[in-house]
């Protein structure tokens, strides 16, 4: 079955993308420990890629086991999309996703991102560049040559399909969709919806939140569920997104609001169990372990990287044990992989922990 009918048949739980989180070791552990459905990776700059910027290939690093992969774009000018699009099907991943709902200043803060939100004729731009791309890509042999890619740049891609371990026989049209908001500074979905729909994207992810809420409020997934409705028999699929704590939860959502699919995205930090079918209080020392884990994966992924950017996730899987202030306390401190063996997780065990 192709990425495309996956989509189509079948009700998915995901992982969705997150900046600094769901990087290659995140996505390789938890591909290990409790498998999502679909992963993105963590979004990349349209106008940084085609740009041939060499660092982030590290962000589009992925291993075979962790299909379908969804790889993601930001940015707000079509040709860099056209461009990144032919890299990314060059890369092999199994779709690409139009990031429309980041609220950071930086991003939305420059017309990219929930900026788009106001002005589909871009987006519109935008999409139809995407989808050229994917197009044009399949129907062309080697299409990547014609692009005019730096050297160092050809040989950094070389180096990332050689990773991923790619089949050179498979060449498949990489699904086109987009992740979105309920609307900038008012809900508009209906309207923005409409426009989405009538471009014919495989997939539209709705964030149940406005630009302006941020993270503020509850996820408004009577909202999500107009868009649902307003998109049957149109061939493309809406899942929803926002608050949802686990498999078993994202499951209630499909059937109580009709959408084809949820992305979990901040329960999955410092908690790859949230995609394992049953729900279940996870002992301090397999917490401790699946750290161990995480370190050791990141080190070997991004040996050159520091390791400084893992405590925020450390810290997250102490999340609902009972002494988890002082282990907080220690793993701001850990600056090796002998400092986190040290720290004694087992005392929860004889404390009992509480459920996450
Ligand atoms: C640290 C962080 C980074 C994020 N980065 C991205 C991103 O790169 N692309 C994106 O579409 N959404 C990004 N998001 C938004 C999430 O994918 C998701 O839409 C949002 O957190 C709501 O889902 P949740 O309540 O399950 O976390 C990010 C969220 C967080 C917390």
């Given at each position: 079955m192709?990425f495309k009918?996956?989509?189509?048949n079948?009700?998915?739980?995901?992982?969705?993308?997150?900046?600094?989180?769901?990087?290659?070791?995140?996505?390789?552990?938890?591909?290990k420990?409790?498998k999502?459905d679909?992963?993105?990776t963590?979004?990349?700059s349209?106008?940084g890629l085609?740009n041939?910027g060499?660092?982030l290939f590290?962000?589009?690093?992925?291993?075979?086991?962790?299909r379908?992969?969804i790889a993601q774009?930001?940015?707000?000018?079509?040709?860099?999309?056209?461009?990144?699009?032919?890299?990314?099907?060059e890369?092999?991943?199994?779709?690409i996703?139009?990031?429309m709902g980041?609220?950071?200043?930086?991003?939305?803060g420059?017309?990219?991102?929930?900026?788009l939100?106001?002005n589909?004729?871009?987006?519109?731009?935008?999409?139809?560049?995407?989808?050229?791309g994917?197009?044009d890509?399949y129907?062309?042999?080697n299409l990547?040559e014609?692009i005019?890619l730096?050297n160092?740049t050809k040989?950094?891609?070389?180096?990332n399909?050689k990773?991923?371990?790619?089949?050179?026989?498979?060449?498949?049209?990489?699904?086109?969709s987009?992740?979105t908001?309920?609307?900038t500074?008012?809900?508009t979905?209906?309207?923005w919806a409409?426009v989405?729909?009538?471009e014919?994207?495989?997939?539209?992810?709705?964030?149940?939140?406005?630009l302006?809420?941020?993270y503020?409020g509850l996820?408004?997934?009577?909202?999500i569920?107009k868009v649902?409705?307003?998109?049957?028999?149109?061939?493309?699929?809406v899942?929803?997104?926002?608050?949802?704590?686990?498999?078993?939860?994202a499951?209630?959502?499909i059937?109580r609001?009709?959408v084809g699919g949820?992305?979990i995205?901040?329960k999955a930090i410092?908690n790859p169990w949230v995609f394992?079918?049953?729900?279940?209080s996870?002992?301090a020392?397999?917490r401790?372990?699946i750290m161990?884990?995480?370190?050791e994966i990141?080190?070997?992924v991004?040996?050159n990287?520091?390791?400084?950017?893992?405590?925020?996730?450390?810290l997250a899987?102490?999340?609902?044990?009972?002494?988890?202030?002082?282990?907080?306390?220690?793993i701001v401190?850990?600056?090796?992989?002998?400092?986190l063996l040290?720290?004694?997780f087992e005392?929860?065990?004889r404390?009992g922990?509480?459920?996450?």
């Amino acid at each position: 079955m192709n990425f495309k009918s996956y989509i189509k048949n079948n009700k998915i739980v995901g992982l969705s993308p997150m900046d600094g989180v769901t990087d290659e070791a995140m996505r390789l552990l938890q591909a290990k420990v409790a498998k999502a459905d679909v992963v993105f990776t963590e979004f990349v700059s349209a106008e940084g890629l085609s740009n041939g910027g060499i660092k982030l290939f590290q962000k589009l690093l992925y291993s075979p086991n962790e299909r379908p992969i969804i790889a993601q774009l930001f940015g707000k000018n079509p040709d860099s999309f056209y461009k990144s699009t032919i890299i990314l099907s060059e890369l092999g991943f199994d779709g690409i996703d139009i990031n429309m709902g980041c609220p950071s200043k930086k991003v939305s803060g420059h017309g990219s991102g929930a900026a788009l939100i106001d002005n589909p004729q871009l987006a519109i731009e935008i999409i139809r560049a995407v989808r050229a791309g994917t197009m044009d890509w399949y129907q062309q042999e080697n299409l990547i040559e014609k692009i005019g890619l730096k050297n160092k740049t050809k040989q950094q891609l070389d180096e990332n399909k050689k990773y991923s371990n790619l089949d050179k026989n498979k060449k498949d049209i990489l699904t086109v969709s987009v992740k979105t908001r309920l609307g900038t500074k008012e809900i508009t979905i209906e309207k923005w919806a409409e426009v989405l729909i009538k471009e014919e994207i495989d997939l539209l992810t709705i964030h149940g939140r406005t630009l302006r809420q941020g993270y503020a409020g509850l996820t408004n997934w009577e909202e999500i569920a107009k868009v649902v409705k307003m998109a049957k028999n149109s061939g493309v699929a809406v899942w929803g997104n926002g608050d949802v704590f686990s498999r078993q939860e994202a499951v209630l959502k499909i059937e109580r609001y009709g959408v084809g699919g949820v992305l979990i995205g901040r329960k999955a930090i410092g908690n790859p169990w949230v995609f394992e079918e049953k729900e279940r209080s996870v002992s301090a020392e397999e917490r401790k372990k699946i750290m161990l884990e995480h370190l050791e994966i990141f080190q070997k992924v991004f040996p050159n990287r520091k390791t400084d950017c893992l405590r925020s996730k450390f810290l997250a899987y102490t999340k609902g044990l009972r002494n988890a202030k002082q282990l907080r306390k220690q793993i701001v401190r850990i600056e090796t992989k002998k400092d986190l063996l040290k720290i004694d997780f087992e005392i929860n065990d004889r404390m009992g922990n509480v459920d996450r």
